[in-house]
């Protein structure tokens, strides 16, 4: 269980998060959203222990801000939104990175290459990768890091930080039913997405942040509305439903329409 | 023989081509120790050596005193300064994350030599004279631009890389300020010193030195490796390195303070020689890739050997007079990091 409370966190002087609140269980996907800006990647990075913050926030009961970096190593992955790469590994060395004495030694970094698509791509320069090829070897990494979803210290956490932005439909797929098959053999994740649609297919619970503050968290159904995501992202969207793919979100472009 | 390996075996491929690299290298210093011995002024060869050896009859006293007091131990200070500044170089290059990062760089080169050259020029006012006193001073300045370094780029526990590099130029700057005052006061002896020293030489190479650069060089070399996990993690970022569970901050500590116990050391005894720092690890990047547990242990010995191969050909070239041997690693590594700049130039515009 992820528990935050009252999530505030100063950067340069400026308040980017203003007491948040948040709840993820495992055994499901829970998707963070809002717009550009909205605080989504800062309030990943204070729940992996990256920046001074103030609240309070436990992972399996364990507070964060002073959990010993291995503990939070054997317990949560982070996938961030940007990463480079600072000499030419191969692809299996960038995913072999990932195996540490703690966690890890779980899941063979072969297996878990042919998992994100990329078996055969082991002796290959990372940097001769393309942009969505290198996203899933760092997908990749991270499942290495954690093995199997559930260890000894309880469920295991996958923090993805716009784990689908760079791939393309297939593997957009691809990815996220890796993450809700983590979710559904007893895992945790905990995953930015900007797709609203993928966002309703495969997360139960949602946040949705908009300035810095939480907007909303509950249930596809209860957060996912036409009223509060319009609102939250300035711009009309209606909800649809597709008789086999269930429901679709769709930007009404009145204002592209109206200039005309 | 060839080796043949299983196709998409590339792992296994790369470990074996770092495991034969050791070898390899080992082969090449031992090479590189034998020309040493056998090379010098004095004209003893290695041949009579061995002959000596061989036939039971021992050595003449010339001889003896040509190998044991004079090559032997200035092949160890060789190969102690050559593996400390190979190491020190393969260890700040993973602490920066950048090939061209050097102990040069980031000013702990720098303190070292205004340690030595305050001690070479004012030396001389001190109501006592000892042979220790550059050695001592240039440890001195090593250590005290990191602690000044480390006062400087660490805030709230966390070190900024970033001011580390930039406060490592503006120590460089400042020793190099310095220096120039003192070469007006100096003396023309002095002078001659001055430029020897800044040249790094190691003619001077005796027991004494060997023995003081051991403590302080050879831990660095052993325990270096150890860290060569952490370091491939910081190529992620140290964020990431943190996220997969490794002391970051202990890292960069450690590191730093392997550089500056090495570095310290090798300007102590041998005084300022460039480029083996940027040019062994960049080698052996090119040849077993970037695998920091097999770079810092490679770069140990490839640089013990360059080293030592460098001194015996500043000693052949314009024999029976030495060329600095500073002179000889500038001319072979000056272009070579040239070339990485001119390879890394698409890199740094994206
Ligand atoms: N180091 C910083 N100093 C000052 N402000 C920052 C800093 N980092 C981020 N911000 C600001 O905090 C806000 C939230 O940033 P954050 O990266 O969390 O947004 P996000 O929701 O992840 O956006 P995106 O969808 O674009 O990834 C932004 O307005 C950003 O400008
Ligand atoms: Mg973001």
Redesign the interface.
Known sequence: MLVAEGITVSLSGRRVLEGVDLTARPGEVTAIVGPNGSGKTTLLKALSGDLPMSGAATLNGIAIASAPVWQMAALRAVLAQQITVSFPFTVLEVVRLGLTASAGRETDPRQALARVGLAGYEARPYPHLSGGEQARVHLARVLVQLGAPVGPGGPRWLFLDEPVAALDIGHQLQVMQLAHDFARAGGGVLAVMHDLNLTARFARSVALLAGGRLVAQGGVDAVLRDDTLSAAYRCPIRLNCAPESGRWYLPQMAGALDAH | MTVTLAA?Q??V??RARGARATWALLVLLGFAALAALGSGASGVSLGAVLLGIWSGEGLDARTQLVLFEIRLPRLAVGMLVGAALAVSGALMQGLF???LADPGLVGVGAGSGLGAVVAIVLGGLLPFQTPWLVPVAAFAGGWCATLILYRVATRQGRTSVAMLLLAGIALAALAGAITGILIYLADDNELRDLTFWSMGSLAGSNWDKAVLGLPFILPVLLFAPLLGGGL??L???E??A???????ERIKLLSVLGVAAAVGAATAIAGGIGFVGIVVPHLL?LAT???HTRLLPNAAILGAALLVGADTLARLVVAPAELPIGIITAILGAPVFLWILLRQAPLAEA
Request: charged share 25%; glycine share 16%.
């Open positions: 998409g590339p792992e491929d790369r994350r950048n090939p491939n993690a190529s992620l970022g964020a990431a943190r996220h997969i569970g490794h002391p970051v990047r890739g970037t695998d």
